[in-house]
């Protein structure tokens, strides 16, 4: 077979060969007198620490990587879960799901993410990948850069996720690969209509052609995956008062059950030609067509406790009533849907060319692209309309108690939500707030005696976000071989990406066509009852609200036309992006130890446009005009990378950095909500503007890495890291400067002399330090005797600490940041017998969640320790004839049920969301021809 690359370039591509490789490679040993070579092959998940721990140690960076082996034998329905039994990486669920990613303390918005090498756009409103939309069996492996280089042609404060396909070249060999596996939550159906069972399965075929100058891959990828989920969430708690000694009571509650399917189709193609020793070409294809429906059935519990009250139990502690009784409330019955639509291509054209044996050639071109939908769909039902001169319909009485362990409450009630003749289609409570609304249905809520059906005509909500981004980067670089004193290879290029983010926020009111009218659900949509007995509420009704929408029974009124909420949040950014960089690699000896590494820098140029809407409301409905924002900014950004070999399987590594993390899209959006007063404010202005800032700067960072690694076997390791990263120019509320000039007071319609406005939005300013250490280990236990040859372990333990304060002196908390995070593997593989335990621990953090109106909310998220194992078998070793290329597994995933927790404030006992997904089993089998 050809050489892959010219002998003179292999050294500097090493690492990436080692991690891309799905190869099991021999280890080959000559016996003392006999000529004959006796291979020994190590494959599996051994096989998969060799890579990973090849790739860290030959790295010309700090890197972590997990191999092939790693993603297929613990197959995840993400990237994720296994990017977070890593050093330094934590994981944050997302219904019940591994998705965001965290490094060293820093949320996902601060690192980059790449499929082999280019920047990846995000399903999400701003740059943070949702791992849960990328198939683990379909890549190749994955490298974690935690300090960068030069050429690396991404940018994030916390580091850059790299994920690669096969090289069907370097594979060197046909494959034809099929696995399959069921899946089974532990919880029953919680929705009559949802999913407890599911399946995946995986088809690979990689070949090479004319000589072994052309290689083909192709992977596809199909899952159905349930999930299901209770969830105690709380509305807030009521901080009160009485004879001066401070109480706190809870403020109303949604809790409900939850059963989703994730299906996800994916292909991946990879082209490679090589037909010479001068020139290789790949291309490689990415398409995931990405669907998530969710069925969510519940009863909101109206606290308001001025309306009645009865204090049952106190926490003298606290002062929290730990139970209660809400009097003459009107619980309101839910049954909602939401259906969350991706699709993702991703196409890359790499091109390198041997000038000479000094000097190669590189062009790259790539196009990424993901549209996102989301159908949010909320349907109410109750005892009877409510309206300001009374209410129509049965009052309950309940009572709560706080249950143990921060896992929310349970209620006491009276009534049967489980009667269909009872709860009736329509809003209980008074929340269709909006002046359309009440004119649509010609309601009046003014005056002494407004309309009994005032603000009753919301008997449902349609949220429907959309999102479309696009990327399209370019990349011409040259690597030169050189004798420059240490200096022995430099690398210098120029790149451009052009990134376009729309989103379109909308939103529907729903009300029944029979309004004021409440209705019966009719026999045809009944699908029976949902349990509720986790929060001791029994059983509701279940109906089939989607149907009875496509049917005709709800009217829908655009909630855009009163409420500035929907054009606020719609926006188009764009981003053009010009670098330049140029590395050297240099290699010498220092006190006649082996120093090696690379230093460099990048000069990254950006224009970014907003555009968006300005809008305000003037008698009773929104006004808006078009609004577009431009602003550039260019940063140099040096970088520093040392290895120093103290023995032959010990280094030392030094890596110092500037490094930025771009805004969220969403907070440099230009849409704006206006108003002008009579009155200035503090800065004399009369305008006065929220919402994003088009002027919006990426934060910066300057980061130390000092680590020693000590590679004791083949299998074994450890290492000790320490980092440190000065933070600036970060992202806190605040005001600025907004010229308004030409735009006049809708009062008015003058144009006001002070053109001036003030802009409340994300400001640039404040920072502070992190720091932190890291402690990994891979222990084979055949170090110790040969007997126990298979057995293992690989843990790791991360401290992180953060002083970070905003720009008025106020101490601020990094989103994502656990200040320990702990991983732990067991595993034994020998004889063609697996198996291994994994837990993943970390300690409280803020995450993100989604929000009213899917706005990105930041919530305090409590600490977890999950567990997961797999037991399975190779039948290579078998001696069973046909089943040479057979291995089944069996895997169990969250077996101790660790639930979600997050808390609305400092007290404990005040727990927003506890959210309980059961445990989930997968069992399954790949055959290799």
């Not at 009052?395 to 362990?405: A, H, I, K, P």
């Not at 690597?479 to 990134?499: C, H, L, N, P, W």
Request: hydrophobic share 35%.
């Amino acid at each position: 077979m050809m050489s892959l690359t010219n002998k003179r370039f292999r050294p500097a591509l090493l690492s990436a060969a080692i991690a891309a490789s799905v190869t099991s490679m021999g280890v080959f040993a000559q016996e003392e007198g006999n000529t004959s070579l006796e291979e020994i092959t190590v494959t599996g998940f051994r096989k998969s620490l060799q890579d990973s721990i090849g790739t860290k140690r030959d790295a010309k960076a700090v890197v972590e990587a997990i191999s092939a082996e790693d993603i297929g034998k613990l197959p995840d329905s993400s990237i994720a879960e296994s990017l977070a039994r890593l050093p330094g990486l934590a994981a944050q669920r997302l219904d019940g799901r591994s998705s965001r990613v965290s490094i060293r303390g820093f949320g996902e918005n601060e690192s980059a993410t790449t499929f082999n090498g280019r920047e990846q756009v995000s399903i999400g409103d701003n740059r943070g990948v949702e791992f849960d939309l990328y198939p683990s069996e379909i890549m190749s492996g994955v490298t974690v850069y935690k300090t960068p280089t030069a050429s690396l042609d991404a940018e994030g404060i916390a580091g850059v996720i790299d994920m690669q396909t096969i090289k069907p070249l370097e594979r060197g060999e046909r494959v034809i690969k099929f696995n399959a596996q069921m899946e089974q939550t532990s919880f029953d159906k919680l929705n009559p209509d949802g999913e407890d069972q599911g399946e995946r399965a995986t088809f690979a075929y990689v070949d090479q052609f004319a000589d072994d100058t052309i290689g083909v891959a192709f992977a596809y990828n199909t899952m159905s995956s349930p999930n299901q989920e209770e969830r105690w969430n709380a509305w807030g708690y009521w901080d009160f008062e009485v004879d001066g000694q401070p109480y706190s009571i809870l403020d109303g509650a949604k809790p409900f059950v939850r059963s989703s399917v994730l299906d996800r189709d994916s292909a991946m193609v990879v082209v490679e030609l090589q037909p010479n020793d001068k020139l290789h070409a790949t291309f490689d294809a990415l398409y995931v067509d990405f669907s998530d429906n969710k069925i969510l059935r519940g009863i909101e519990i109206p606290g308001y406790p001025s309306q009645g009250l009865v204090a049952n139990e106190v926490d003298e502690a606290t002062g929290f009533l730990t139970s209660a009784t809400f009097v003459g409330t009107k619980p309101l019955v839910r049954n909602d849907m939401e259906n969350r639509e991706a699709e993702l291509n991703s196409f890359g054209f790499n091109l390198e060319y041997d000038v000479n044996d000094d000097l190669q050639l590189e062009f790259d071109a790539s196009h990424s692209s993901v549209s996102r939908e989301i159908w949010s769909f909320e349907s109410y039902a109750g005892t009877g309309r409510g309206h300001v001169n009374g209410d129509l319909g049965e009052r309950d009485d309940l009572t709560y108690t706080l249950n143990s362990g921060n896992s929310g409450a349970m209620f006491d009630h009276n009534l049967n939500y489980g009667d269909y003749d009872l709860i009736k289609l329509g809003g209980p409570l008074a929340w269709g707030w909006s002046s359309a609304l009440n004119e649509k249905y010609g309601l009046a809520c003014d005056g002494d005696t407004p309309d009994l059906n005032c603000n009753q005509a919301q008997d449902g909500f349609i949220n429907a976000p959309e999102i479309d981004d696009e990327l399209t980067s370019l990349k011409l670089a040259a690597t030169q071989m050189v004798d420059a004193g240490i200096v022995k290879e430099v690398s210098y290029g120029v790149s451009f990406r052009d990134r376009q983010k729309d989103k379109r926020s909308q939103g529907y009111f729903m009300t029944l066509a029979d309004f004021p009218e409440t209705i019966t659900v009719p026999e045809e949509y009944r699908l029976g009852t949902v349990s509720l007995d986790f929060i001791g509420m029994g059983d509701m009704i279940a109906y089939d609200s989607a149907a009875m929408l496509a049917d005709g029974y709800y009217d829908l009124t655009d909630e855009s036309l009163t409420n500035l909420g929907h054009l606020t949040k719609s926006y188009s950014v764009g981003e053009k992006v010009t670098a330049a960089f140029a590395q050297a690699d240099f290699e010498t000896e220092v006190a006649g130890l082996a120093l090696t590494g690379n230093f460099g820098a990048r000069y990254v140029y950006t224009e970014q446009e907003s555009q968006g809407y300005a809008g305000q409301v003037v008698d009773g409905l929104v006004q808006v005009s078009p609004t577009s924002i431009s602003h550039d900014y260019s940063h140099f950004l040096p970088s520093l990378n040392m290895a120093l070999a103290l023995t032959e399987d010990q280094n030392l590594r030094f890596g110092a950095a500037k490094t930025i993390s771009r805004a969220r899209m969403d907070e440099m959006n230009a849409s704006l909500n206006t108003s002008y007063s009579v009155t200035p404010d503090t800065n004399g202005n009369y305008w006065s503007v929220s919402g994003g800032n088009p002027m919006l700067e990426p934060k910066e960072a300057i980061g130390v890495d000092l680590s020693y690694e000590n590679y004791f076997s083949e299998e074994g390791y450890f290492s000790v890291a320490v980092f440190w990263k000065d933070l600036s120019q970060w992202h806190f509320d605040g005001t600025y400067a907004v010229d308004m000039s030409g735009v006049a007071d809708p009062a008015t319609g003058l144009v006001p002399e002070n053109s001036a406005g003030t802009g409340n939005g994300k400001v640039n300013g404040g920072g502070g330090t992190l720091q932190g250490y890291e402690l990994s280990a891979t222990l084979p236990f055949n170090m110790f005797h040969e007997s126990l040859d298979g057995f293992g372990l690989v843990a790791s333990h991360t401290g992180v600490s953060s002083d970070i304060e905003d720009q008025n002196g106020n101490e601020y908390e990094l989103p994502g940041l656990s200040d320990s995070i702990q991983t732990l593997t067991a595993y034994y593989e020998n004889y063609g017998f697996s198996a291994r335990t994994s837990l993943r621990k970390r300690s409280d953090f803020k995450g993100e969640v989604y929000g009213i109106g899917f706005d990105s909310v930041q919530v305090d998220v409590v600490g977890e320790t999950l567990v997961d194992a797999q037991i399975g078998y190779d039948f290579a070793d078998s001696g069973i004839g046909g089943l040479e290329g057979l291995s089944v597994f069996l895997q169990g995933v969250n077996l101790t049920d660790e639930p979600f927790t997050t808390l609305s404030g400092d007290n404990s006992l005040q727990v927003r969301d506890f959210q309980s997904y059961g445990k989930t089993y997968l069992l399954g089998f790949s055959y290799e021809l």
